[in-house]
């Protein structure tokens, strides 16, 4: 009897083996962009080139091109016609997308090394994966001593992200005319710069670690605001160490470094220094909450950095799960803004 396969069957078996073999492809995507293979193809984009034309672009041998362009082949990144390479829509997306490049950069230079100890990250809830870096309890300890290669590319996805929500951002924290806003996580101080541009009388304090504030208080100075910009150095576990009192609170891509008991401890720790007029508004990207698939896709990838390098017990939260947190430390969500930029949501909070 001839056994028969279903096309269903076949096409999740050929899934299954690409998911295999996914590192390989893309550490052949980070060669093919290395070696100038990708912008050669861009550069050649309407006639395409051969493989000898390539060889006399790119500085690799004459097997390194050929193993890196089959595999390329096969992933959808070139395509070979007439004789020549082009590059594909996905290659283009690969070397010219804001969005994709940063992306691709933080999972090579950040997250690729230490991601081998994530079965150990998930058995201890540490990141274990943060070793191969220098030996910090978390990531955000160790932020201002990493490589320089290493950091631009945590700032540059951070930042990504956040600034591109800034602009609609601004427009809801400052809806009922805040006079202080407290910037918990401030990071390297760019919110509140746009604040600081936005309202020429507001004064803003950021609330970080010390080795954060170094970094915010040196750009701030640069930016020419440090007469209004307050620094705070304080652990937000720390409850001995209280909470400025300010018109609005604002806690950007913060809460989810944290683990479920930390957010609902650092909310109750913020709420000790809220009055009914104080806001709170809190800017996140909830992986269930997005437009597009491979954007929830993104995000819930994004929760396996904080296993395994960032402090192995947070993640990117769902939004009723995040809401239900909220609400666990005596505060309500007032307001949903959705979505804000590329892919937050602003949740607007008050004392319940």
Avoid at 76 to 91: A, Q, R
Avoid at 192 to 197: A, G, L, N, V, Y
Wanted: glycine share 6%.
């Amino acid at each position: 009897m001839i056994k028969t396969t279903t096309k269903e069957t076949l096409d999740a078996k050929s899934e299954a083996q690409r998911l295999s073999f996914a590192p390989v492809v893309f550490q052949t995507i980070h060669c093919l962009i290395k070696f100038n293979v990708l912008e050669v193809l861009h550069a050649n984009r309407k006639q395409g080139i051969g493989k000898d034309g390539l060889l006399q672009e790119v500085n690799i041998s004459d097997y390194g091109l050929g193993v890196l362009l089959e595999m390329g082949l096969l992933a959808d990144i070139v395509k070979f016609e007439d004789d020549k390479y082009h590059l594909t829509k996905v290659g283009y997306f690969l070397l010219k997308d804001p969005m994709t490049k940063a992306n691709f950069d933080f999972v090579r230079d950040v997250c690729y090394q230490g991601l081998f100890y994530l079965d150990d990250s998930i058995e201890k809830g540490k990141p274990e994966g943060l070793k191969v870096f220098g030996e910090w309890p978390t990531i955000y300890e160790g932020l201002s001593q990493l490589p320089p290669k290493i950091q631009d590319s945590w700032f540059k996805f951070d930042h990504f992200y956040s600034d591109d929500s800034f602009r609609d951002a601004l427009k809801i924290v400052f809806e009922n005319g805040p006079k202080h806003i407290l910037d918990v996580g401030g990071n390297t101080g760019k919110f509140t710069r746009k604040c600081c541009e936005y309202d020429s009388n507001v004064q803003v304090s950021i609330l970080d670690l010390p080795g954060q504030l170094k970094m915010a208080a040196e750009n701030i100075e640069e930016w020419g605001y440090t007469k209004r910009v307050n620094f705070v150095p304080t652990n937000v576990l720390s409850p001995e160490l209280p909470f400025p009192n300010g018109d609005a609170i604002w806690m950007s891509q913060f809460l989810d470094c944290f683990s479920k008991e930390q957010v609902v401890s650092i909310l109750s720790h913020a709420k000790k220094s809220m009055t009914k007029a104080t806001d709170l508004y809190i800017m996140e990207t909830f992986w269930d909450n997005q437009e597009f698939d491979a954007a929830g896709f993104s995000v819930a990838a994004t929760s396996l950095y904080f296993t395994a390098m960032a402090n192995g017990n947070s993640k990117m939260y769902g939004l009723e799960e995040f809401e239900q947190l909220v609400e666990d430390a005596g505060l309500e969500v007032v307001k949903r803004h959705a979505i804000v930029g590329i892919s937050h949501t602003i949740l607007h909070c008050k004392l319940a």
